[in-house]
């Protein structure tokens, strides 16, 4: 089966600095689009950014400038570099990816563990 495991979370002040990934891995074919997403105590899960498999990426408003998403396909692993982080950046991250297996015979989307941030003084 397919599985997404996510690492890099942590505790880090604000202005700082943080860099997750997640590894795809399993009865992988092909990996398609991947993306970040978060969620905070007491809110919805929400977009962070994506990649597609060509490089193209997408960030939420709230993110773009200070996040950098990026992936290298050969890992099947996906990035997100997190600079100038706020409180607001406080949350759960999932790693998702849209993966074609050998053992499925269509596209389906899959979900690491998520992993902790917390921006704090």
């Known amino acids: 089966q397919v599985q997404l495991v996510e690492s890099g979370g942590g505790l880090v002040q604000p202005g700082g600095s943080l860099r997750l990934s997640c590894a795809a891995s399993?009865?992988?074919?092909?990996?398609?689009?991947m993306g970040w997403y978060r969620q905070a105590p007491g809110k919805q899960r929400e977009f962070v950014a994506t990649?597609?498999?060509?490089?193209?990426?997408n960030y939420s408003g709230g993110v773009k400038g200070r996040f950098t998403i990026s992936r290298d396909n050969a890992k099947n692993t996906v990035y997100l570099q997190m600079n100038s982080l706020k409180f607001e950046d406080t949350a759960v991250y999932y790693c998702?990816?849209?993966?074609?297996?050998?053992?499925?015979?269509?596209?389906?989307?899959?979900w690491g563990q998520g992993t902790q941030v917390t921006v704090s003084s």
């Open positions: 998702n990816g849209e993966v074609l297996s050998y053992s499925d015979g269509q596209r389906k989307d899959y």
């Open positions: 399993g009865s992988i074919f092909r990996v398609y689009d």
């Open positions: 990649i597609t498999s060509g490089g193209r990426t």
